[in-house]
């Protein structure tokens, strides 16, 4: 597994389609959790998480699961978790599960890349 | 020695500050907990806090304000966390809002390091939602920038956390 995140706007997506010419991108927005586990390449997974949030599902287990059942897949995500706590409810639970969720995904990725202007930084390249 | 362990929200800041405890070998670990609980989510967070702490010898001192006050064990090893809710707490108080507190705060900080062994302190990264708050929040954020700026000054290591992984912003692992 591999992740490449960074802010808003940092030029993650045309990063990501750099380095993996190849690999056919899908949108975290409109996956279901069966195409995430076949997906090839995730772009905005961080709407993933929004989504099975907004529809009230559980995401414990999900890193499992995406390690086991597709351990090659690319997920690009934004990081949304440096900034003042949001005043509403669901966006700091929000906030908190991208955090959270990422945190175990980088845990079972063999690399992490962030992106800023363009250009990546490897964090972890195991 | 001071370890200044930044990062955004959920990215593993607090497993990564107790690690760093735990590398100092054998001592009195004392946990400064800074988060008043007033809502069944803050009573949340910090059952999830004990819950990690559990089992690694931490004596816990709930400490909401005055830092520059407190009077630590001898030779013991500190972990603050978090010092975005100390500057919320020195700021917001029930007699009113207290602009200016980053000097309090770092006197504060300098009263522990001249007590303790070490100290880990936990902070935060706010300052990137590119959005411009009013007043008060504006001034939150302010106070804790200034606060993190002279922390790192002071501190022998600053690391921001990402998801897990450490990236040193000054010294390093063997600091």
Redesign the interface.
Known sequence: MEMIIGGAYQGKSSYAKKQFPDVKWKCGAELTEEELLEAEGVLGFHQYIRKCLKAGANLSGLTEKLAEKNPGVVLVSEEVGYGIVPADAFERQYREAVGRVCTELAGKSSKVTRVVCGIGMVLKND | MLVVVT??????KSAFAEDRVLSFGEARRIYIATMQAFDE?SHRRIRRHRRMRAGKGFETIERYTELDELILPKNCVVLLECMSNLVANEMFREDGFHPEVSEKITEGVRNLLSQAEHVVIVTN???????L?EGE?EKY?EQLGKINCNLAEMADAVVEV????P?WHKGGEKA
């Open positions: 990062g955004g929200s959920g990215s593993g989510e990264e706010i300052f990137s939602d590119g959005i708050y929040s954020k990402v998801y897990g992984i990236v």
